[in-house]
């Protein structure tokens, strides 16, 4: 499997455009998530889904931020305004049932975005 | 609710020296343990787990870490650091039935000087 695959990997954009950000998932893993991470938060988890349905949206920002997730090997996340203080590196991870029992995330190489 | 200390952002030791990165957690259930490596510019790679098995887990690059219920922590350490080992380690915690929702600490940054 060639992992989490996310596009694009850098994103410059000027402030007010609209951003939309992919991944796709690992083949058979029924968890998919998108984090954020900042010099100043951290890493933060923004969404998550469970069988292509959103569990928990309670980290996402603020309305300007929407993720879907049409099918089991597709997601999106999107910025619509976007605004300088967006500008983070975006990682989507997926996981599925692992023989311990425990899910283990596997994490995209990550979407860095630059607003102007 | 879950959380994550990561003690010390920024750790340096000489190569060959023992590497130790300090991570406490707090959680309401039994939880599982998580630490991830990232290099620059890339994702996070799982370096090892404890998920109620053994509390000494192995990982991968020579790292271990044990599970400490009684002081809470999930410690990392390696006997002899490489200068390849340069980078940020992140602990987090999850609990079951969550799909493998993560809560990260800040991070820790590995030196490690020749």
């Known amino acids: 499997d060639a992992g989490v695959i996310q596009s694009p990997r850098h994103e410059v954009t000027e402030m007010g455009q609209e951003v939309t950000l992919r991944c796709k998932p690992i083949s058979g893993h029924d968890y998919l998530f998108w984090y954020r991470q900042t010099m100043m938060r951290g890493l933060e988890l923004l969404i998550y889904?469970?069988?292509?349905?959103?569990?928990?949206d309670s980290g996402m920002p603020e309305d300007r931020f929407s993720a879907k997730m049409p099918n089991a090997s597709f997601s999106t996340l999107k910025i619509q305004p976007s605004e300088p203080r967006d500008s983070a590196v975006y990682f989507c991870?997926?996981?599925?049932?692992?023989?311990?029992?425990?899910?283990?995330?596997?994490f995209g190489a990550g979407s860095r975005l630059t607003v102007l | 609710a879950q959380s994550v200390t990561q003690l010390g952002s920024h750790v340096s030791v000489s190569e060959g020296a023992l590497v130790l990165l300090r991570c406490n957690y707090s959680?309401?259930?039994?939880?599982?343990l998580f630490w991830y490596v990232q290099y620059p510019n890339q994702g996070l790679q799982l370096l090892l787990k404890?998920?109620?098995?053994?509390?000494l887990v192995k990982g991968i690059n020579g790292f271990e870490a044990e599970f400490k219920k009684s002081e809470t922590s999930f410690h990392l350490t390696k006997p002899s650091a490489h200068m390849s080992d340069a980078a940020e380690y992140f602990c987090?915690?999850?609990?079951?039935?969550?799909?493998?929702?993560?809560?990260f600490g800040q991070g820790t940054e590995l030196s490690v000087k020749p």
């Open positions: 889904f469970n069988n292509n349905v959103p569990i928990d």
């Open positions: 987090a915690v999850s609990e079951y039935n969550q799909g493998g929702k993560l809560i």
């Open positions: 959680s309401s259930v039994p939880p599982y």
């Open positions: 404890y998920t109620s098995a053994a509390t």
């Open positions: 991870a997926s996981s599925g049932q692992g023989s311990s029992g425990a899910n283990v995330l596997t």
